[in-house]
């Protein structure tokens, strides 16, 4: 028995993609949110010592942009 069979892979993702679509159509400004969340993380990160990899590559920070940015996208199709 396989984890990704074809009948399981067919009717999962149809469902959960309607139920992410269900949730962030109730909550629209959540990734929104969370972006802001990951730019503020990064400008804090940035003066923690045992975590200054983070700040140097400012991963949070071009990660928070991405999911802000796809989340004013997913807020005007939802």
Do not use: W
């Amino acid at each position: 028995m396989t984890l990704l069979c074809d009948e399981h892979f067919e009717t999962g993702v149809p469902i959960l993609m309607q139920k992410l679509a269900d949730f962030l159509e109730r909550v629209k400004g959540l990734p929104i949110l969370i972006g802001i969340f990951l730019v503020i993380l990064n400008f804090i990160v940035q003066y923690i010592p045992g975590l200054i990899f983070l700040g140097d590559s400012n991963l949070l920070l071009h990660l928070g942009v991405v999911v802000g940015f796809l989340g004013v996208l997913l807020a005007e199709a939802i």
